[in-house]
């Protein structure tokens, strides 16, 4: 009898952690960021979701130079919340894999928009992000704020990371 409660109890763990769930979801505005989620989710099976803007970014609206630039502008007001196209629905999965570029040390404000939307509630988060020099910073802990309810488990710049970096990174904060 102990050895059919002890095989049910092993077997039902085996299948909780085998129907876990995990989406990648990443926002990019030059196809950086963009090709390390794609990458990486292919790696680990996952699903992918694009954050897609209302307003797609130009080059002129990532112009860092030009104060007057959207991006420069939604970077510094800390209440912007840029329109998503279309929705995304993380109600199926048990992790979120959150992948962004990294616009003035923070995440874009977009994520933002993207993170205040979701029922975060028994999930876990991590975040990956591509830089041009600032790394990850503090934005994966300022947008864990955001997911109310979630387990963040961290978060780390992968620039010039690969796929297998990132699966292993991932897997091994999983465990």
Same mark, same amino acid.
């Given at each position: 009898?102990?050895?059919?409660?002890?095989? !049910? !109890?092993?077997?039902?763990?085996?299948?909780?952690?085998?129907?876990?769930?995990?989406?990648f979801?990443?926002?990019?505005?030059?196809?950086?960021?963009?090709?390390?989620?794609?990458?990486?989710?292919?790696?680990?099976?996952?699903?992918?979701?694009?954050?897609?803007?209302?307003?797609?970014?130009t080059? $002129?609206d990532?112009? +860092?130079? %030009?104060? /007057?630039?959207l991006?420069?502008?939604?970077?510094?007001d800390?209440?912007?919340?840029?329109?998503?196209?279309?929705?995304? %629905?993380?109600?199926?999965? %048990?992790?979120?894999? !959150?992948c962004?570029?990294? +616009?003035? $040390?923070?995440?874009?404000?977009?994520?933002?928009?993207?993170?205040?939307?979701?029922? +975060?509630?028994?999930?876990?988060?991590?975040?990956?992000?591509?830089s041009?020099?600032?790394g !990850?910073?503090?934005?994966g802990?300022?947008?864990?704020?955001?997911a109310?309810?979630?387990?963040?488990?961290?978060?780390k710049?992968f620039t010039?990371?690969?796929a297998?970096?990132?699966? /292993?990174y991932?897997?091994?904060?999983? /465990?």
């Amino acid at each position: 009898m102990k050895k059919l409660i002890l095989t !049910l !109890l092993l077997g039902g763990l085996l299948m909780a952690s085998a129907s876990a769930k995990t989406a990648f979801v990443y926002f990019s505005a030059t196809g950086t960021t963009e090709k390390i989620a794609k990458d990486a989710a292919s790696a680990m099976g996952a699903d992918i979701f694009e954050i897609q803007p209302v307003h797609k970014y130009t080059s $002129a609206d990532l112009n +860092w130079h %030009d104060k /007057k630039s959207l991006s420069s502008i939604e970077c510094n007001d800390p209440k912007s919340r840029p329109a998503i196209a279309i929705p995304i %629905d993380i109600s199926g999965y %048990d992790t979120v894999v !959150l992948c962004y570029p990294i +616009w003035w $040390a923070y995440a874009p404000k977009i994520v933002y928009t993207f993170v205040e939307s979701q029922k +975060w509630e028994g999930k876990k988060i991590i975040t990956l992000c591509t830089s041009g020099g600032s790394g !990850l910073g503090r934005s994966g802990t300022d947008l864990a704020k955001y997911a109310k309810g979630a387990d963040f488990r961290g978060g780390k710049d992968f620039t010039r990371g690969k796929a297998d970096e990132i699966k /292993k990174y991932v897997e091994g904060l999983l /465990k």
